[in-house]
């Protein structure tokens, strides 16, 4: 079993592998610490959806915060590129709960670990060589992040990963 808490939210998501039969016995526990249960497969499955969860995320974070550092060096408002975003299809769960709420305000304080994301990351692409799948964004999006935290250093949240972002770009997002 994994259990993945919404950072802020505090909403419980948990994400269970295992034999159906003990999945459905342990539900009622599950149920009372965690606001949804979902079964996805065999033993080791929650783990990896849980890894593969957050790599979309990962993505996710990083494409957004590039397209934000475009538009800025283009002369736009990061604030009102994030409405935009959310209005349209360039939607996602960093644009609608991370960008204004720790990226543009400058708190970084999600309360999810960049090193918990890195380790995340290893984990998906893991998987993915265990398959046999090439995932060349996946390898490329694990290894920003990883360049992220090696360079910002331990203990930093998820979200200052776009301080990492404008580093690298010579951008700031905020005037």
């Known amino acids: 079993m994994i259990v993945a808490v919404q950072p802020r ?3 419980p ?3 269970v ?3 159906a039969a003990a ?3 342990a539900k009622p526990l599950l149920l009372a610490i965690g606001t949804t249960v979902t079964e996805v497969g065999k033993i080791g499955a ?3 959806m849980k890894a593969l969860n957050n790599l979309v995320s990962a993505g996710g974070f990083l494409i957004g915060v590039e397209a934000l550092i475009i538009g800025r060096k283009f002369g736009l408002d990061a604030g009102k590129m994030v409405d935009v975003l959310n209005a349209s299809t360039g939607t996602n769960n960093s644009t609608q709960k991370k960008f204004r709420q720790f990226v543009l305000s400058r708190t970084f304080d999600s309360n999810f670990g960049l090193d918990l994301m890195v380790k ?3 984990i998906a692409l893991e998987v993915a060589r265990e398959e046999g799948v090439t995932v060349p964004f996946a390898a490329l999006c694990n ?3 990883a360049n992220a935290a090696e360079t910002l250093g331990r203990g930093k949240d998820h979200t200052e990963m776009a301080r990492f ?3 690298i770009s010579g951008v700031p997002l905020t005037h």
């Open 120 to 122: 995340d990351l290893g």
């Open 17 to 19: 592998g295992g034999p």
């Open 9 to 11: 939210s505090g909403e």
């Open 46 to 48: 929650g783990q990896a």
């Open 13 to 15: 998501a948990i994400m």
């Open 23 to 25: 999945v459905e016995q």
């Open 165 to 167: 972002c404008e580093e």
């Open 143 to 145: 290894e920003l992040w």
